[in-house]
């Protein structure tokens, strides 16, 4: 793999996957809101960092680089914390949008590009899984991101016959980020973004050799 392309890339475990793959020399493109975040970054990895300010809901095939796509990490996410009663659909465009209809525009867009044994990974949420823990006020967000997971399996039915393509999720649990204090201010997680990181950039190197068409658990609490 060379061409490593991660949506959600400026802050929380977006950043700190960046951060992974670059330090190895991987040339890694950011699809996000905020490249400004990753300008520090782009001075130091000029020849290797490439962002794209874009928004993932409204995305053309002119405003994406023509690389070969080598690993996708559909990492963007968007979290509502409301009582089901006072959702709008403004939220759940939101959530949903983020959450799910972006990666799956952003998906259709690249195949064109996909290397012919690509690995993409779909980060979900552990509350996006059926029978584990869920929390009040996140039923947009699980529900967004169990759509998600459901989604990774369908695509690895589809194109797992026809293609080389391989489709991974990774249901994450609580991970020290400024969106988990949105969903439960004040608690203090046990796993750090960077370490998550790592997991994410090893598995996205090596699992679809072992593994096509899953919804992998990565938690040690939930909270």
């Known amino acids: 793999m060379k061409n490593i392309w991660i949506t959600g890339g400026s802050r929380g475990i977006g950043l700190e996957t960046v951060k992974a793959f670059l330090v190895d020399d991987y040339t890694v493109v950011v699809l996000t809101r905020n490249c400004d975040a990753l300008s520090a970054l782009q001075v130091q990895y000029p020849n290797t960092l490439i962002c794209k300010s874009v928004d993932l809901l409204n995305i053309c095939k002119e405003e994406l680089p023509d690389l070969q796509v080598d690993a996708l990490i559909n990492n963007a996410g968007a979290l509502v914390n409301k009582s089901f009663e006072s959702i709008t659909p403004q939220d759940l465009q939101r959530t949903f949008g983020t959450n799910v209809f972006g990666p799956i525009r952003l998906m259709q867009l690249l195949m064109p590009q996909f290397n012919e044994r690509i690995h993409v990974v779909n980060v979900s949420s552990i509350g996006g899984v059926t029978g584990t823990v869920k929390f009040s006020g996140l039923s947009a967000y699980s529900s967004s991101k169990g759509a998600l997971s459901i989604l990774t399996e369908c695509l690895q039915a589809e194109y797992?016959?026809?293609?080389?393509?391989?489709?991974?999720?990774?249901?994450?649990?609580?991970?020290?980020?400024?969106?988990?204090e949105e969903a439960f201010p004040g608690y203090q997680a046990p796993v750090r973004p960077e370490q998550i990181a790592s997991y994410i950039k090893q598995f996205t190197l090596n699992n679809h050799k072992v593994m096509r068409g899953r919804v992998v658990e990565v938690s040690v609490s939930t909270p």
Do not use: D, P, R, S
Not at 160 to 167: D, I, P
């Open 160 to 180: 797992g016959e026809v293609t080389n393509w391989t489709f991974n999720c990774l249901a994450l649990g609580a991970v020290q980020t400024e969106m988990l």
